[in-house]
């Protein structure tokens, strides 16, 4: 077994300093403001005579990222007070606007705030271009602000902001002394969408690959990098990382890097011994790479299916290597899997109903056709996406047309989020227009009105955006006044798929927010509120922050009070990534409390450990929540930061999917 050693709680991250809000009625009208989402009211306070206003203010429209604020901000980044030139640049990166980008440089290069300077530097990554980055390379910064250099060029890569100095810049700092330079250097080569711009760095890259020790963070970055390459050359550094690190996040991002070649035998080995990591997440990323082969030979085959055999609870890693064996023709292996688990086993039973979408034959469709009528919607959710992989290799067939048609309308019609998130993409082909699937699809969108309804017209917009009928363009056209964000962009991206161009309109007017900040009930918190939250796994203590998300925070602690996180299961964890929760009224992920609250963007990154709020979008928060494996820097200013791990960081690590929450508890901080 390799070695897997427990990787601990991090430290706190850095976050905005406090400026008492819980006891200051004026900081209090500023957020009320901000979830008000009225920037013009705030844009005054960038002149109120007090620091702590202005400051405030600016941290306000960081949130709201009104357009009409940025000039005001610009200004702001000359303001007498350091704390007000931080939080301007902070809103102005949150602008998501290049425009902004030189005024930023230009403020980098006045500057003399230590802190200032690392959100200026943090800002020109999220919204500079090209121009921006040569300044950027040009300047000569102080030894200590490299890692923040790093991660903005690193971000502006990321964005295809790139530039061959830019990159040749990155690839030097992969052997910087300092840890954190190298690491955030590191993570432009692995979350980059395409290798072009570094492809002629490999060489470079893999030697500082092999030079790590096997625990050195950067290796998570370097070995996505390469796995984006492709080349055969990389097997060994996979096999050996995957074999030796003694941090279970490098040894899933190895098994993960090893499925592009599945075909080799020598990795075929590596990944079936993955299976029995000591973190079921490397195992998983090792089942995903076992389930890539193109061909196996029957023994290996004999093999998986001994190994089913022995895991027999193993559900979890067991759904790829049935959807794998699926596809070799094992249907009978799959039934007899499926006949082991009762009606109740609802999570097993979907990961055999998976696999059965890659097997031939009546009998197969009859199950699952029958499975996409069951009352539980991860069963019919399972079942309805099963049928759309095999009516992408049965639609020649045109007596099945309308066999596929009933089921998928009847899916689309439930009102299930999961089913509608299928069934709805499916019925954009257009083998099911004469069949009247568009008259179905416009139907559903309009029977969808609330917040907690997003996710279902997004994808039935973009899906109608599929369908290539330009008779729909009035109907994507009147959804543009939706007043939600997220949808009015699903119909603009529609637009854009039909017609070839979207539409530049007036933005809708706000909505009333649907929840305020109570501050009597927030200042009873306190500053620093833990929530100590009992799980199968063990304790985990959270810190929630009050002063950079008050109302984030009255929210998730009001719903750990109430006791409703009690019993409700991790339905979402991705291997070094995030562990996610908080779905108390459906536990699959698609339930809401019945109201949604307003983004808070923060100053706090995504480190290890840190806790974000789950959406679908600007202002569609509810009840779920994450935790962070490790740096996710492109979640930075775009999901709401509300706190933190203190202890329990290594049960974090060894939480799974369905693993519940027993208990929490809040233990108010500091007033």
Do not use: C
């Amino acid at each position: 077994a390799p070695p897997d050693l427990p990787l601990g709680t991090p430290p706190p991250p850095p976050t905005r300093a406090p400026d008492g809000i819980l006891e200051t009625t004026a900081l209090q009208r500023i957020v009320d403001l901000q979830v008000d989402r009225d920037g013009e009211a705030l844009v005054p306070f960038l002149s109120d005579t007090e620091a702590r206003i202005r400051a405030r203010a600016a941290f306000a429209l960081a949130s709201v990222q009104d357009p009409d604020a940025g000039s005001a901000l610009v200004g702001a980044l000359r303001d007498v007070e350091a704390s007000v030139r931080r939080d301007a640049a902070f809103a102005l990166g949150q602008l998501s606007d290049p425009a902004e980008g030189i005024q930023l440089v230009g403020a980098l290069e006045d500057e003399t705030d230590g802190e200032v300077r690392l959100r200026l530097l943090e800002a020109i990554g999220k919204v500079g271009d090209t121009g921006d980055l040569e300044r950027l390379l040009a300047m000569d910064l102080p030894g200590e602000e490299a890692p923040a250099r790093n991660l903005a060029i690193a971000r502006m890569g990321v964005r295809g902001v790139v530039l061959p100095s830019g990159v040749q810049h990155l690839v030097a700092e992969l052997s910087a002394t300092d840890p954190e330079a190298r690491t955030n250097a590191g993570y432009y080569f692995g979350r980059s969408p395409v290798p072009a711009p570094w492809v002629g760095h490999a060489a470079k890259v893999r030697s500082v690959l092999d030079s790590l020790p096997p625990a050195h963070p950067l290796a998570m970055h370097l070995l996505l990098g390469l796995a984006n390459l492709a080349d055969p050359q990389d097997i060994p550094r996979f096999l050996w990382w995957a074999r030796s690190s003694p941090d279970w996040r490098i040894r899933a991002n190895a098994a993960r890097a090893m499925g592009e070649h599945a075909g080799d035998p020598r990795v075929r080995g590596v990944l079936m011994d993955a299976l029995e990591d000591p973190s079921a997440h490397v195992a998983a990323y090792a089942a995903n790479g076992i389930a890539a082969t193109p061909q196996m030979p029957q023994r290996e085959r004999d093999a998986l299916k001994n190994w089913l055999g022995d895991h027999s609870e193993d559900w979890r890693t067991a759904g790829p290597i049935l959807g794998l064996l699926g596809r070799m023709g094992e249907g009978q292996f799959i039934m007899d899997w499926l006949a082991g688990w009762g009606e109740e086993d609802v999570l097993p039973r979907t990961r055999g109903l998976g696999a059965l979408a890659f097997v031939p034959g009546p009998e197969v469709m009859g199950v699952l056709v029958d499975a996409a009528g069951s009352r539980d919607p991860r069963i019919k959710g399972t079942a309805l996406g099963g049928l759309a992989r095999r009516w992408r290799v049965e639609r020649r067939d045109e007596e099945k047309h309308q066999a596929y048609y009933q089921v998928f309308a009847e899916g689309l019609s439930s009102g299930e989020p999961s089913a509608i998130f299928i069934a709805a993409p499916a019925l954009a082909d257009s083998a099911f227009l004469p069949l009247g699937s568009l008259d179905l699809l416009r139907a559903t969108y309009s029977d969808r009105s609330d917040a907690e309804d997003v996710d279902g017209m997004r994808i039935v917009l973009r899906s109608v955006g599929q369908t290539g009928v330009l008779e729909m363009e009035p109907f994507l056209r009147e959804a543009l006044g939706h007043p939600l964000h997220p949808v009015r962009e699903a119909a603009n991206q529609a637009l854009r798929a039909l017609s070839g161009e979207g539409e530049e309109t007036e933005p809708a007017a706000v909505t009333p927010a649907e929840r305020r900040v109570d501050w009597g009930a927030l200042a009873a918190l306190g500053s620093r509120p833990k929530v100590i939250m009992e799980t199968e796994k063990g304790s985990v203590t959270l810190v929630l922050d009050s002063e950079s998300a008050p109302l984030t925070v009255q929210t998730i602690a009001g719903f750990a009070q109430e006791g409703k996180y009690d019993g409700v299961p991790f339905h979402r964890v991705v291997p070094n990534f995030v562990a996610q929760t908080g779905d108390f009224t459906r536990k699959d992920g698609f339930g809401t409390p019945g109201f949604s609250i307003r983004s808070e963007f923060t100053q706090t990154p995504y480190r290890r450990g840190v806790l974000g709020m789950a959406s679908s979008g600007k202002d569609t928060e509810g009840s779920q929540f994450f935790i962070t494996h490790s740096m996710q820097p492109h979640l930075d200013g775009g999901y709401t930061v509300f706190g933190w791990v203190e202890e329990g960081m290594d049960i974090v690590d060894t939480i799974y999917e369905e693993d519940r929450i027993l208990s929490t508890r809040v233990v108010p901080g500091s007033r």
